[in-house]
Every structure is written in C-alpha cells, then in structure tokens.
C-alpha cells in the first residue's frame, strides 16, 4: 500500500523552528519528486517547496525562502522540511507529495503546524 505520512507538526511561538518528516512507505521515494505543500484557513493549497530525485536540486517560493530547507534522505525513505524564524502566517496544515510538484502522484494527509504566543 502507497502511504505517505508527515510527522513533526505542532504548535510553536514565532522565532521558533520546527522539522517536518515525510515517511514514505509502498514505494521508493528515490524515484520521485518530492513536494511540500500548505493550505492556510480560507486558502488554496500551495507549493513551498520542492526536490528532484536525481541532483537534489530544489525549489522555495519566495514566502518561505531563506527559512526552510528541504532535504531527502533515501535510505531511511524520507524527505524533511526544516523550517525556521517561524512566523503566524506559516500557520496551514502542511502536505508532503510525491511525483511532479505541479501534478504529484500521492499525498500524505496533512498536519497541522501552529504559529502563535
């Protein structure tokens, strides 16, 4: 069974850092992109980040540039989002995917990550 799973969310007060783990399981994550992706209340889903499979290459939107790092660690089958000088508006329920960050194959569930004092 293909499953995705994000783990590492919760609340956290602005200035902090926190670090989102995607597990997968079913599939080799070596073979795919790999996408993080958020949706804030009231908001469309987003794309904030993104890394290839081959090079390792990756992507940031601009929101997000300069705090968050994404990395995959093959062997243990899991892509990470590090994410620091958290602030409110990063507050969203945060997605990990799998395949073309413009169109992924799978997606986790979703967890929630709460900025606030």
């Known amino acids: 069974q293909v499953q995705l799973v994000e783990s590492g969310g919760g609340l956290v007060q602005p200035g902090g850092s926190l670090r989102l783990s995607c597990a997968a399981s079913g599939f080799p994550l070596d073979f795919y992109a790999i996408g993080w992706f958020r949706q804030a209340p009231g908001k469309g889903r987003e794309v904030i980040s993104c890394?290839?499979?081959?090079?390792?290459?990756?992507y940031y939107a601009d929101s997000v540039k300069g705090r968050f790092t994404i990395s995959r660690d093959n062997a243990k089958n899991t892509v990470y989002l590090q994410m620091n000088s958290l602030k409110p508006e990063d507050t969203a329920v945060y997605y990990c995917?799998?395949?073309?960050?413009?169109?992924?194959?799978?997606w986790g569930q979703g967890i929630q990550v709460t900025v606030s004092s």
């Open positions: 995917a799998a395949g073309l960050c413009s169109d992924p194959d799978y």
């Open positions: 890394i290839s499979t081959s090079d390792h290459s990756t």
